[in-house]
Antibody, heavy 119, light 107 residues
Framework: EVQLVESGGGLVQPGGSLRLSCAAS????????MNWVRQAPGRGLEWISY????????YYADSVRGRFTISRDNAKSSLYLQMNSLRDEDTAVYYC????????????WGQGTLVTVSS | DIQMTQSPSSVSASVGDRVTITCRAS??????LAWYQQEPGRAPKLLIY???SLQSGVPSRFSGSGSGTDFTLTISSLQPEDFATYYC?????????FGQGTKVEIK
């Protein structure tokens, strides 16, 4: 079964840091580009970051560039998002999703993990 | 960045109705467009990719069309499980931007 499972979400104060993880199984993770997408409460979807299969290419949305870092460990079939200097507006459900520049679509998706930035 | 604009923002329809959602890109994106369905409290689910290709396992009542800047998602006969929010996304160039979503509600 193809599966992505996120973890690491929680409550953090403004200015704080958090590291999200996404564990992949059931597909060839080492050959798949990966993404992070977030959704603020009651709002739409926002793509925030991409990493290629070899980690050689990374892209970020302007809203997170310089504060968030995407990475992966192919030996562990895991994707990560290091989030620093968190702001209230970063409060959202964070999803990891497979999909690279060859397939050009997001599938599969994880179930999401909630990050709440509040004092 | 490429802006994606969906219309309408919401639509009320009955079971059996034909529903059409449009998505317009601020610049040409060839056929690099995907459609997703999201039910409340659930992760998005891929329906259509490359503008008109049906994802495996998705019912044939869903179809997509278009290229360049104008795209359409059509549900030929609305079923109870189709009441959800639908998003388009361009994957022509980074950042891979989404439309604002279209909520399909029960009439």
């Amino acid at each position: 079964e193809v599966q992505l499972v996120e973890s690491g979400g929680g409550l953090v104060q403004p200015g704080g840091s958090l590291r999200l993880s996404c564990a992949a199984s059931g597909f060839t993770f080492t050959k798949s580009g990966m993404n992070w997408v977030r959704q603020a409460p009651g709002r739409g979807l926002e793509w925030i970051s991409y990493i290629s299969d070899s980690s050689s290419v990374k892209y970020y949305a302007d809203s997170v560039r310089g504060r968030f870092t995407i990475s992966r460990d192919n030996a562990k079939s895991s994707l990560y998002l290091q989030m620093n200097s968190l702001r209230d507006e970063d409060t959202a459900v964070y999803y990891c999703a497979g999909g690279g520049v060859v397939v050009r679509r997001l599938d599969p998706w994880g179930q999401g993990t909630l990050v709440t930035v509040s004092s | 960045d490429i802006q994606m604009t969906q219309s309408p923002s919401s639509v009320s329809a009955s079971v059996g109705d034909r529903v059409t959602i449009t998505c317009r890109a601020s610049q040409g994106i060839s056929s690099w467009l995907a459609w997703y369905q999201q039910e409340p409290g659930r992760a998005p689910k891929l329906l259509i990719y490359a503008a008109s290709s049906l994802q495996s396992g998705v019912p044939s009542r869903f179809s997509g069309s278009g290229s360049g800047t104008d795209f359409t998602l059509t549900i030929s006969s609305l079923q109870p499980e189709d009441f959800a929010t639908y998003y388009c996304q361009q994957t022509n160039s980074f950042p891979w931007t989404f439309g604002q979503g279209t909520k399909v509600e029960i009439k």
